[in-house]
């Protein structure tokens, strides 16, 4: 690959927005060919950190879109499969009374 070559696939990575690739397509080049990787499990490498890189920004945006609070209140804190257990183990012992069951007697 000569020098404008190199230069014109980086310019291309750019503008199809392949951040990825473009950061690692010479490393992972260098070890296809210390591994004697085909060009399928080469290109298959560059694609899957691609396609990682963009599903985690894609979280991250969502989340930042979310505004999710540093701290959850108490009542929407997620619990504990303990906890959980212990709640469900309650609701079904004898001595408990429905609430919803009360409210309409």
């Known amino acids: 690959m000569?020098?404008?070559?190199?230069?014109q696939l980086k310019?291309?990575?750019?503008?199809?927005?392949?951040?990825e690739i473009e950061q690692i397509f010479e490393p992972?080049?260098?070890r296809a060919t210390r591994e004697n990787s085909s060009y399928i499990?080469?290109?298959?490498r560059l694609v899957q950190a691609e396609v990682e890189r963009k599903?985690?920004?894609?979280?991250d945006r969502k989340i930042?879109?979310?505004?999710?609070?540093?701290?959850?209140?108490?009542?929407?804190?997620?619990?504990s499969s303990a906890s959980s257990r212990v709640k469900a183990a309650e609701n079904?012992?004898?001595?408990?009374q429905d609430v919803s069951t009360d409210a309409k007697e």
């Open 64 to 79: 930042q879109i979310a505004r999710f609070p540093r701290q959850w209140p108490r009542q929407f804190r997620p619990v």
């Open 11 to 19: 310019e291309n990575l750019k503008l199809l927005r392949l951040k």
């Open 55 to 59: 599903t985690d920004a894609s979280i």
């Open 92 to 96: 079904q012992s004898p001595d408990h």
């Open 41 to 44: 499990e080469y290109l298959a």
């Open 28 to 30: 992972e080049a260098e």
């Open 2 to 7: 000569t020098h404008e070559d190199l230069i």
